[in-house]
């Protein structure tokens, strides 16, 4: 699977962002995803993630009701939907799919990923 990752950009804090992750391959909607990030001296973290089947997702507390996670299996693509920004968001995001089941929260149960890209909030 190869996961191509879009999206990002500048924006105000308060504003929105939605990222985007296409995956290639004709096995998409059997593989969880979730999109991780990484700031500058910091590790990366989940931020959120959804299960092959839509079903079952998660978010890190610091963006649930803010941060929307979604596939649409017909454009083999899952969206990051991001409202209410603020500056400690900013950070290089990146898309990831795993072949365990359910909203696989582990870095390690992540088989590939994306290329990352950069979202900057400015204050």
């Known amino acids: 699977v190869q996961l191509q990752a879009s999206g990002g950009g500048l924006v105000q804090a308060g504003g929105s962002l939605r990222l985007s992750c296409t995956a290639s391959?004709?096995?998409?909607?059997?593989?969880?995803m979730g999109w991780f990030r990484q700031a500058p001296g910091k590790e990366r973290e989940l931020v959120t993630a959804i299960s092959w089947s839509g079903g079952s997702t998660y978010y890190a507390d610091s963006v649930k009701g803010r941060f929307t996670i979604s596939r649409v299996y017909a454009k083999n693509t899952v969206y990051l939907q991001m409202n209410s920004l603020r500056p400690e968001d900013t950070a290089v995001y990146y898309c990831?799919?795993?072949?365990?089941?359910?909203?696989?929260?582990?870095?390690?149960?992540?088989?590939?990923w994306g290329q990352g890209t950069q979202v900057t909030v400015s204050s």
């Open positions: 990831a799919a795993s072949r365990y089941s359910g909203s696989v929260t582990r870095i390690y149960e992540y088989d590939y």
């Open positions: 391959g004709r096995t998409f909607s059997s593989y969880a």
